[in-house]
């Protein structure tokens, strides 16, 4: 199995920033795509941004321009870099790996990122 280990998130003032790391460990061979998702109270949970093994990227529009995603592939790693943080991006952050051997993704447990006013 594969295990997500998140960390990074915390609480800071709007325009702050922060730099969220998820680390991937188990029986991995071949990581095609890592991401992070986001869950605010009453809301589903949404794409904020996403890598591929070759580098490609996606982001949500409301993070484009301040989120930076980035990945390590030798430490199966991705990070996520928050920048002009507003209140609206307070959420629960959730790592997401997608694995050559699997159909499905696996998610860690979440963060919590919460940005004050």
């Known amino acids: 199995q594969v295990q997500l280990v998140e960390s990074g998130g915390g609480l800071v003032q709007a325009g702050g920033s922060l730099k969220l790391s998820c680390a991937a460990s188990?029986?991995?061979?071949?990581?095609?795509?890592m991401g992070w998702y986001r869950q605010a109270p009453g809301k589903q949970r949404e794409l904020v941004a996403r890598?591929?093994?070759?580098?490609?990227?996606n982001y949500a529009d409301p993070v484009k321009g301040r989120f930076t995603i980035s990945r390590d592939n030798a430490k199966n790693t991705v990070y996520l870099q928050m920048n002009s943080l507003k209140p609206e991006d307070t959420a629960v952050y959730y790592c997401?790996?997608?694995?050559?051997?699997?159909?499905?993704?696996?998610w860690g447990l979440g963060t919590q990122v919460t940005v004050s006013s």
């Open positions: 997401n790996v997608k694995v050559a051997t699997r159909p499905l993704p696996f």
């Open positions: 890598i591929t093994s070759g580098g490609s990227t």
């Open positions: 188990g029986t991995i061979f071949s990581i095609n795509a």
